[in-house]
């Protein structure tokens, strides 16, 4: 009786195991891809296409606004500024 009960446990057992390492190195994969903050860019003008402002967490729902005048802000991926940045809180 003990040795059918064994047979039957221990390989539902192995593969809670291995199903909780999964479960685990996947949730440490996704913390470690979280985005970096980065500067937030404002348009000015034809002139001068972007202007550093203040950081952005870029990692929220909010869009990512200038404290000084409210203007949304983008990032710098080249001359201009083409990407909206976000932020976690309002």
């Not at 195991?17 to 003008?45: C, D, F, I, Q």
């Not at 909010?62 to 909206?84: E, H």
Request: hydrophobic letters at 45%; proline letters at 6%.
């Amino acid at each position: 009786m003990k040795s059918k009960f064994l047979n039957f446990v221990m390989p539902m057992a192995v593969v809670a195991v291995g199903l909780a390492g999964a479960l685990s190195t996947n949730a440490m994969e996704k913390s470690n891809g979280r985005v970096a903050p980065v500067w937030g860019y404002k348009h000015v003008s034809a002139a001068i296409p972007c202007q550093q402002v203040q950081m952005c967490s870029n990692s929220g729902s909010f869009v990512c606004t200038s404290d000084i005048d409210g203007a949304n802000l983008y990032a710098k991926p080249g001359a201009a500024c083409p990407n909206l940045l976000f932020r976690d809180t309002q």
